[in-house]
């Protein structure tokens, strides 16, 4: 699975947009980008995840670049309880394959 | 529907001793994954289980092995503490056949002293 390279931390006001860059540049054709976070004590949650076109649902929006070695996930009106470790895993795909974790993004969300 | 639930939530064990914990897949699911993390890190994959049987496996020595039963739970076995292997341990589960997530247990925190 490839690398993926996360900002260690971020800070985001509560009430705008939380965006939360990953760098995946030796991604290869057929794996896809998941989005997981991990609340503290609790473990990893599921968000989203994208192979080539921008995702949305109702947690939040992927965007996948072009030549699909970054993306970016957007939490469009953050809040308090969105104050979480952010992890971007590049995949094969399929809910059965090992998940590779990094250390991921730790988000802050201020009052 | 309860989703992935795990035991014990805690446990301080010590070096040397043997330690098991315990997973229920959520309802529907057939495939369990077991997870460490350390402090401070992300999760590390340790093995998977499917259909009762190890099908996928990390970079753990043979003192981590593990079970699978009919009814799809699963147990962790860690022979031989260390004081390293104080982590939380996260146990997944999968198998909604076109569902592309797994899903995670609030995990065991194991202390070893």
């Known amino acids: 699975d490839a690398k993926t390279t996360q900002p260690p931390s971020m800070d985001c006001a509560e009430g705008r947009a939380a965006n939360l860059p990953c760098n995946h540049s030796t991604i290869s054709g057929n794996e896809y980008v998941y989005w997981y976070r991990q609340i503290h004590s609790q473990g990893p949650q599921y968000i989203i995840h994208?192979?080539?076109n921008n995702e949305t649902n109702e947690m939040a929006s992927l965007i996948i670049t072009e030549d699909r070695k970054s993306s970016t996930l957007i939490l469009p009106h953050a809040t308090l309880r969105d104050t979480a470790v952010y992890y971007c895993i590049v995949h094969y795909g399929g809910a059965t394959n090992k998940l590779i974790f990094g250390t991921g993004t730790l988000l802050a969300v201020q009052p | 529907d309860a989703g992935v639930t795990q035991s014990p939530t805690h446990l301080i064990k010590t070096r040397g001793q043997q330690v098991t914990l315990r997973c229920s897949p959520k309802s529907g699911h057939d495939t369990v994954s077991w997870y460490q993390q350390a402090l401070g890190q992300g999760p590390q994959f340790i093995f998977q289980?499917?259909?009762?049987?190890?099908?996928q496996r990390g970079n753990f020595p043979d003192r981590f092995s593990g079970h699978q039963f009919p009814n799809y739970s699963s147990e962790l076995n860690v022979n031989a503490l260390l004081l390293g292997d104080s982590a939380l341990y996260l146990c997944?589960?999968?198998?909604?056949?076109?569902?592309?997530?797994?899903?995670f247990g609030p995990g065991t925190r194991l202390t070893v002293t």
């Open positions: 994208g192979l080539k």
């Open positions: 289980y499917y259909e009762e049987e190890e099908r």
């Open positions: 997944a589960s999968s198998g909604d056949r076109g569902l592309p997530e797994q899903y």
